[in-house]
């Protein structure tokens, strides 16, 4: 069964302080796909970052980067210098390429206060 | 190219009225997936609907919940005799195709509804 879990359920930081948000997932496929999403108080969803199970670089994006180790079944999301406009939940989610669509398995949220 | 619309943005019923929330995909998209957010917590799938088609409805309650992609218009997510347990942002997104690679679903800014 998949499953994605973000043990953290609120996080608060100093401006300019550097935060890292962990997501572990579980999936028994070989073939996947590990997003994640900001929610900012407005309430739509952003589109963060999309990897597939083969790739495990890490990726950075300015201010943002992601560290994918398929060993331990993680994906952490990390902010450098957070800024106030961080504040937002994110979303770790899941999806399965080897069903035959995406149905996309969100974990429950971490909420970040960045605090000037 | 618009992205995925929804409406209304924000949605008012009394308790055993009807809801009904509407997602037009973006253009070239023919998948669409309902997700719904309840209060404090992480988006849950509902639907995955092609065209006149629900393909997987595995996260629809059993009861007075209903939904269909025609093949002229939008999607529409029924709710009928509503309770207040149905308030909740619903999620539309849609993708470009079903295939194994996983193309990105692409979210619309969601449905709140409130039931009083």
């Known amino acids: 069964a998949q499953k994605v879990t973000q043990a953290q359920t609120e996080i608060s930081v100093v401006e300019k302080e550097d935060v890292t948000l962990d997501c572990v997932y579980e999936?028994?496929?070989?073939?996947?796909?590990l997003f994640w999403y900001k929610q900012p108080p407005s309430g739509e969803l952003v589109f963060l970052i999309r990897?597939?199970?083969?790739?495990?670089q890490n990726e950075i994006s300015g201010r943002y980067s992601w560290n994918f180790q398929k060993s331990t079944s993680s994906f952490n999301f990390t902010i450098t210098a957070s800024q106030v406009v961080d504040s937002a939940v994110y979303f770790c989610a899941l999806s399965e390429a080897e069903t035959s669509y995406d149905k996309v398995i969100f974990g429950p949220g971490t909420s970040l206060s960045v605090i000037p | 190219n618009a992205g995925v619309m929804q409406n209304p943005r924000h949605l008012v019923r009394r308790r055993g009225q009807e809801a009904r929330l509407r997602c037009s995909p973006m253009?070239?998209?023919?998948?669409v997936y309902w997700y719904r957010q309840l209060p404090e917590e992480g988006l849950k799938f509902m639907v995955y609907l092609q065209k006149e088609n629900i393909i997987d409805e595995s996260g629809m309650p059993k009861e007075r919940f209903s939904a269909e992609f025609p093949k002229e218009g939008p999607s529409i997510l029924r709710i009928q005799q509503v309770v207040r347990g149905d308030s909740a942002a619903y999620f539309c997104a849609s993708s470009v195709t079903e295939s194994s690679t996983s193309y990105e679903q692409y979210f619309g800014p969601g449905t709140r509804l409130t039931v009083t």
């Open positions: 990897r597939n199970s083969f790739d495990e």
């Open positions: 253009k070239g998209h023919s998948h």
């Open positions: 999936t028994r496929d070989t073939t996947y796909y």
